[in-house]
């Protein structure tokens, strides 16, 4: 399979691309730094560009099967623009240009599923989230909001606590309510799922929370 990846260089992006090219696929990444993925094989192709970069964006999209974002907003209150809501929208729309519909990315459960029941997340993480991290929980609404509004087959996995332990190959999926999800997730895990979901269609057009 064809697989374009966006948020390459990231904690879990780095993660996603080893997984993908273990698993024999073709993988195209997209990213303003290539040295810093520190990465080569036969089957990546680096691109060179920004999110910002409509024309880039094209480039990386074009051939693809699907599409896996690993984008996460920085964490820092300073941090200001909306670059990776509106880098998803172009994504987002450049994918149904080029009729790609299989889209796989990130959240968090402070962003609520519609198969959700009540639950203690839905009121503590987004109070928390507006308070501590307010910057990252616009960018995660707008990217959120850009897929969940389209017409793509999207996942989206909305995760609460990644962590650098080792896999454990262990996975708790589902809605909140419903299966007992934790909060805590290690990074190999988090792009194993992501991975997995090329072939797994139990959360088509939904948002599972996942944990260890």
């Not at 990465?39 to 599409?67: C, F, K, M, P, Y």
């Not at 994504?91 to 459960?109: C, H, N, W």
């Not at 009121?123 to 960018?139: D, S």
């Amino acid at each position: 399979m064809r697989v374009t990846v966006f948020g390459a260089t990231g904690g879990i992006g780095r993660l996603v691309v080893q997984e993908l090219l273990d698993a024999g696929h073709h993988v195209t990444a997209l990213t303003r730094n290539p040295g810093k993925l520190n990465l080569t094989h036969d089957n990546l192709t680096l691109i060179t560009g920004q999110l910002s970069d409509r024309t880039a964006v094209q480039q990386a999209v074009a051939g693809a099967n699907a599409v896996i974002s690993a984008l996460g907003p920085s964490l820092k209150r300073s941090t200001k623009g909306t670059q990776l809501a509106d880098g998803t929208r172009t994504i987002v729309e450049v994918m149904d240009e080029q009729k790609v519909s299989r889209f796989i990315g990130l959240a968090t459960p402070s962003l609520a599923d519609p198969r959700d029941k009540p639950h203690w997340k839905h009121k503590m993480l987004p109070v928390m989230a507006k308070l501590a991290f307010p910057h990252a929980l616009t960018e995660l609404t707008g990217m959120t909001n850009a897929v969940t509004g389209s017409d793509l087959d999207y996942t989206i996995a909305r995760i609460t606590n990644p962590t650098d332990k080792p896999s454990t190959g262990h996975v708790r999926s589902g809605f909140l309510g419903h299966e007992k999800v934790g909060s805590a997730m290690s990074r190999s895990d988090i792009a194993a799922f992501l991975v997995s979901q090329l072939t797994d269609t139990r959360y088509q057009r939904s948002m599972p929370a996942i944990s260890n």
